[in-house]
């Protein structure tokens, strides 16, 4: 589906089910989380004080998901995405939480 992550354009990379998704945070990506989360710099600043909500990261990668496969239920996504636990998803939750601080 999707091609391996860009640094430079603040992409990450998370396994769901066997298949690498490339979470890339584009300004209208951006935009739809943020009218389903709130302010993006109140989820950042919950996130550095450890109160990040599960679901919260969920929208957050919903919304970043380049090139979204059409089977894959946001549903689905979620229930794949936590089964990786914490430890799976801190790495790509860091880059884009970094990516929306910078810009480019």
């Known amino acids: 589906m999707s091609d391996r992550a860009n640094a430079l354009r603040g992409e990450a990379e998370l396994m769901v089910n066997g298949q690498r998704l490339v979470l890339r945070p584009s300004f209208t ?29 969920a929208g957050l990668f919903w919304h970043m998901i380049k090139d979204q496969p059409k089977d894959l239920t946001r549903e689905r996504f979620s229930e794949a995405m936590m089964a990786q636990g914490l430890t799976g998803v801190t790495p790509p939750l860091k880059i884009l939480l970094k990516q929306i601080l910078q810009g480019r």
């Open 29 to 57: 990506a951006l935009v739809a989380a943020e009218k389903e989360l709130g302010s993006l710099f109140d989820l950042v600043e919950r996130a550095a004080n450890g109160r990040l909500m599960l679901s919260e990261i």
